[in-house]
């Protein structure tokens, strides 16, 4: 069953452990209003640790996966309130796909029409993502007068050859999902027929691996890009090592001895191994 941000902004269902969530503003193409980045927080926090999701599908209602922010509600009525109305605005969109960027969970960007400008936030933020052939995707900034700003340049970089990601940057041409995938901005494209079928597909595959070692594989590679070779190996060492004892009692049981049995003090000594 379809359930509903507080505003309504957000549509999402729960179904065979994928949480299938979607902008739900179509009549706007689900642009990013400041009260849609709020509804998505709210959203995400609620899905995020429940036992009956495993993967989450992020994708829009309609013709568009995003336009991108919304130059009026985002910009120019935030703006009208001055840096703090600018300043809160965006901490309430990089909040949510910063979030999104280290889930607990898997998550996959299903883009089924236009992805703009602020949308390569929450597209780079899914570890992977599929589009339709039929998608449109566009720095578009630049045609309206600012620079790729809100992390979408860098996203560009990240995932673009230098020439690409300038040519994308300054020209502000669309591509379409093909292109897309070519470039490497999404995984594959497909035609919008089939779209679900195939993240349906991927995200049963990621269902049936081991959670704790899905999230340190996803936490691992945002990391080590900008490591060392020798930090990237420490660190993939330790993070082995924290996955390995995730189950670890022991802490709780030196808090029970603490709080509860009162058998002993951490400032004075150990607890009872
Ligand atoms: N901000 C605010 N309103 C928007 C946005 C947006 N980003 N995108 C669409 N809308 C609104 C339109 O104003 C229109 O509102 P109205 O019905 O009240 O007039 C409604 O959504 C439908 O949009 P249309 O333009 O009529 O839809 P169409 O299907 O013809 O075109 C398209 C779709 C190409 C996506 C067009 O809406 C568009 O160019 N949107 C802006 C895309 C963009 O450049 N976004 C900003 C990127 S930069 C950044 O995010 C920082």
Redesign the pocket.
Known sequence: MTELSSNGVVAYDVEGGIAWVRFNRP???N???PTLNRDMMEVLDLLEFRDDVGVLVLSGEG??FT?????????RETEADGLKGTRKAQRESYGWWRRLRWYQKPTIAMVNG?C????YGPLFACDLAFAAEEA?F????I??G?L???G?TKVATELLPFRKAMYHAMMGENIDGKTAAEWGLVNEALPLATLKDRVTEVAKVLLAKNPVALKATKDAVRRVGVLSYDDAEDYLIRAQEAANSYDNEGRKEGIRQFIDEKSYKPGLGAYDK
């Open positions: 009549d706007k193409r642009a990013m209003s013709a568009a336009a991108g922010m919304d130059l009026k509600e985002y910009f236009w703009f400008g602020g949308g449109k566009g720095l578009s900034e045609n309206w600012i790729p700003g809100g979408a």
